[in-house]
């Protein structure tokens, strides 16, 4: 096993960088050297036509890339721009928040405290953090539960209330059901300080950082940093769903020390990694955890559509398969960075894949296709076809959606198309954008603020498969087709006209605007879901039900709530007219 110190990887990038320009396609590209020179493979120029495609068609900034076999560093490449407008391309060596992955760094340092007999998984975290705003009225939960997200408790972003009376409630007995909680890891963030006596991020870098030579990344997100990251983009506009080559803004200061997803890092420190990861929990000095830990961290305890329909969940890491393999990953979404990380552990073969931009996807497939391209090379296979980039413009199925849809005061929109969809409403025909699902996305700016939302009836013969297309939702509006047979009128109470309006919340993360509308005389957070009443201001998400997720209305001030509380989130109304 090579030791890849970041002195010589540092020595090696300064020795056989090179930048390359095809048009406005950068590559700056740095290989270990494994081979002596930098990489210029078929397996690499394969990929590097990939991410070349793969950037141009999601309209990508610019993107970090590391790859690692069990030896050490394979390569690492860096693609595009950290600022488009002045043509600064992406340093190799710039920092990128990786967001979630930083949640497999948690489980390593769970597994150490088990194995120092610091912490029982299953015992009720309560008994170790008594003084945690949650209620377990379903059962107890454990470090087991935070870490393969089966506690019941809600996906909250912050652990500490605004409220102090504010208490995060389950929704079903622990064990019974994945469900993605960021709180989760926030608690365990603070397990690791109380057990380990240092904060999380001094134990993250005595215990984990410093041992496997990652001296570049930083634990947590600070101002400090920002030097030594690259620049980052978020969408112009906050309030609407974001299209695929939809204007981008420069990104502002982000302070964040969440457990979640607080690391920093770069593409070589990556590298040392996915190396320590390939190798089982081995270390360049040693173990970072024994055989037995790494066991039970890559075991799919429960099964996790969310990641994909063959998924399942470890600890802090989605387990899967591909090709045969037994595949490790995990994606992370930050307020400006999106990344993903993909370990074949059968073939030896991981990568790590970044881009310096929220646009609502990861780049997963950046991180599979190279993982895919080492382990066809190693096996002496020919090199797999490149992933297909879906173009959000062609939609396959559009005969399913065209037709008249006519709304109760008699208002029409026509959808039509021939794997295409546009929408004529008001004399114009708009082309629509594949948002997700049976979403889509208007190109008219104003159109734009809401998507347009499909509905479908019950598949009555085929009850696994989607029903016939019977409905339309946009912003307040409600159509109908020819095969709809339900109610068409509805009666809402009468109090939920206070509730209607746009909320603002703080932070550039997704989620930090929510529209609430009145449809089908139900409330609706518009694109997402209705809302079951159970208080008399009081809501949850009817998707999914049970839903531990939280909305509550408070402060009705001239006829329209003020406040919306958003599970312990505060958003306020905002009044644009």
Known sequence: MVNVSRRSFLSTSARTAAVLTAGSFIVAEVAHSQTGDAAHTPSDRALDEFIESYMKAMHSPGLTLSTANRAGLVRVASY?????????????????????????????LILQLHEQGKLDLQRPVLDYLPWLPIVTSYGA????????????????????????????????????????????????????????????PAALKARLLDPLGMHATAPVITNDIRPRTAESWVAYFEDRPFPRRGRLAPAGNLQFDDAAGSIASCPGDMALYLQMLLNRGQGPN????????????????????????????????????????????????????????????????????????????????VARYAVQLMAASAAGRP??????????????????????????????????????????????????????????????????????RFGRAKNETQKDKPGPVVELMHGSGWYTNPHYSGPRSFAAPPEYAALTGTYLGAGGFEGSFVRIVVLKGELWWEGESSLERIGEYEFRPAENAPSPERAEFLFIVNGKARLLKFTGADLFRFASE
């Open 286 to 365: 040693g173990p970072i955890i024994s055989c037995d830990s790494f066991a039970l961290m890559s075991r799919a305890w429960t099964k996790a559509s969310e990641f994909g329909p063959t998924a399942s969940y470890g600890y802090g890491i989605a387990v899967d398969s591909l090709d045969g393999h037994t595949i490790l990953r995990h994606t992370g979404g930050m307020a400006s960075f999106m990344s993903a990380v993909q370990l074949d552990l059968d073939a030896g073969a991981g990568a790590f894949a970044s881009i310096n931009a929220q646009q609502g996807y990861r780049p997963v497939p």
């Open 383 to 452: 090199a797999p076809a490149p992933p297909e980039i879906r173009d959000p413009m062609v939609v396959t199925n559009s005969a399913e959606y065209v037709g008249v849809y006519t709304s109760p005061e008699g208002q029409s929109v026509e959808i039509s198309g021939n794997n295409a969809l546009f929408a004529s409403l008001n004399g114009q025909r708009i082309p629509l954008e594949h948002f997700e699902g049976d979403s889509f996305i208007a190109a008219d700016p104003l159109l734009a603020r809401s998507s347009f």
């Open 141 to 200: 939960v454990s470090a087991h539960h935070l870490l393969t997200h089966t506690s019941g408790l809600p996906n909250a972003l912050s652990l500490i209330p605004s409220d102090r009376v504010t208490r995060y409630q389950q929704a079903w007995k622990p064990g019974e059901r994945f469900y993605y909680c960021n709180l989760g890891f926030d608690i365990l963030g603070h397990l690791i300080e109380l057990l380990d006596g240092r904060s999380w």
């Open 80 to 108: 595009g721009f950290s600022n488009p407008g002045l043509k600064q391309p992406v340093d190799p060596n710039q920092l990128f928040h990786i967001g979630s992955i930083t949640k497999s760094f948690v489980a390593l």
